[in-house]
């Protein structure tokens, strides 16, 4: 079976970088982190960046040196011996990288009808909305990773430009005064800290990266391309979150504004640049969607390759590309978009199960791995270990927010994995027996 066409430079990979964080949390998140801490949750967006480049460069490290297809799944595997409890490991991180990308792309569309117009903000339109474009961004990465990645880079390289216009404008017509008293909001100095996990969900989608190195012309590059594009990101959020607080009154920001920035570009009082906006807006998160189904369905193809799915989600199209874990990449999310109302149930299962479980568990994994002799990735962190510590601290930090309520759904989430995980090798053993047998 021909495997990945090797299509993807270092400039393609930085802005899949790039589509994949800059959208919806950027656009919603900064009048949260200001009810919590004021001006002062900027130093939350800065450090939520910085802890990510942390997490990222270890990942990026482990990447090098297995660069397979959705490598997210393959570095327990690899880290802990093969046996069940690697298998069990690699599954836990395989579907919780695909319930955060699920999830992800299920939120994206959710708030997308907001910014295409009233008329899609809620019910029937709201699904129309979330519907077509989920169709739309399905059938872009059907085509493959080299369709996929123009698409993306054009939106990004828009709105990217109009967000700088956006920043420009906020520094001239901005009142900096209005960042005094730096420290306020609700948690005082402490909300600095119980902002960034809000912050941090912006940065999340970094991980799209990881999961193409086969189709990345030199894998090298992705440490590169995943720092730089991280370090535009962070940059971007701080100066959209600083004009967003000099020009946006504190009373529209801390009554349940849900959309800061676009109440930022209204302040303008142009039409032209409005508009602009939302067609900045709406690319932004279409690019995050675009981006998050492509990892979705390389990480439901690593399932496949370990035997965790049907043997159809490794097939490959003609155009370089797992069809069938394509296909459910943005089928699934299609369906659960019909039901908006559990828009927090989704966000919260996405940031536990999504993400805090599987990282922990490459940390766990980064450090098992790296003392065996045959570990030779192309990129080496020169102070692994300490890197790997303050990125364990940045992980527990970024899920302090979590309330007990919150937990509940992510316990049940993570029975019903480790039910199907049990489900599933008892049927895996009884082929292999009867495999044997015949």
């Not at 828009?158 to 906020?170: C, P």
């Not at 439901?300 to 069809?323: D, E, V, W």
């Amino acid at each position: 079976m021909a495997g990945f066409r090797k299509v993807l430079t270092f400039w393609d990979i930085f802005w899949l970088g790039i589509g994949g964080m800059v959208g919806v949390a950027i656009l919603t998140f900064p009048a949260q982190t200001f009810a919590s801490a004021g001006p002062s949750s900027i130093i939350s967006w800065v450090l939520a960046g910085v802890f990510s480049m942390l997490m990222a460069v270890v990942y990026a490290e482990m990447t090098t040196a297995f660069p397979k297809s959705g490598a997210l799944v393959v570095f327990a595997y690899e880290a802990f011996g093969k046996g069940m409890w690697a298998r069990y490991l690699a599954f836990l991180e395989g579907v919780g990288f695909y319930l955060g990308t699920l999830f992800g792309i299920v939120v994206s569309a959710i708030i997308l009808g907001n910014y295409i117009s009233p008329w899609f903000s809620s019910g029937i339109g709201l699904v129309v909305a979330a519907e077509a474009s989920l169709l739309i961004v399905g059938v872009v990465n059907i085509f493959g990773a080299r369709v996929t990645s123009d698409a993306n880079k054009a939106m990004s390289i828009f709105f990217t430009a109009l967000f700088g216009i956006i920043i420009a404008l906020g520094l001239w017509y901005g009142k900096f005064s209005s960042l005094v008293p730096f420290v306020s909001g609700s948690s005082g100095f402490f909300g600095i800290i119980y902002s960034i996990p809000v912050a941090i969900l912006a940065y999340g989608a970094w991980t799209a990266v990881i999961a193409v190195p086969e189709e990345t012309k030199k894998v090298r590059d992705i440490p590169r391309a995943l720092m730089y594009s991280i370090g535009g990101a962070t940059l971007i959020y701080a100066l959209l979150v600083l004009v967003t607080y000099t020009n946006v009154n504190a009373a529209q920001l801390t009554g349940n504004n849900y959309y800061p920035v676009l109440a930022l570009v209204a302040t303008f009082n142009s039409p032209v640049v409005l508009l602009l906006f939302k067609v900045a807006a709406i690319f932004s998160i279409v690019a995050v969607m675009l981006v998050m189904v492509m990892a979705n369905a390389r990480i439901t193809y690593a399932m496949g390759r370990l035997n965790f799915l049907p043997q159809s989600m490794k097939r490959l199209s003609g155009h370089s590309i797992p069809l069938y874990a394509t296909l459910f990449a943005f089928t699934i999310p299609m369906l659960l978009s019909f039901f908006p109302g559990y828009y927090y149930q989704y966000v919260i299962i996405g940031a536990v199960v999504g993400t805090g479980i599987p990282r922990l568990i490459d940390l766990a994994a980064y450090l098992r791995i790296r003392k065996r002799s045959d570990y030779r990735p192309a990129f080496r962190l020169r102070y692994g270990l300490a890197i790997s510590a303050a990125a364990l601290i940045g992980l527990v930090i970024s899920e302090l927010s979590i309330a007990i309520s919150d937990i509940g759904w992510s316990v049940v989430a993570l029975a019903a994995i480790s039910i199907a995980f049990v489900a599933l090798e008892m049927h895996r053993k009884r082929n292999m027996r009867s495999d044997v047998t015949a």
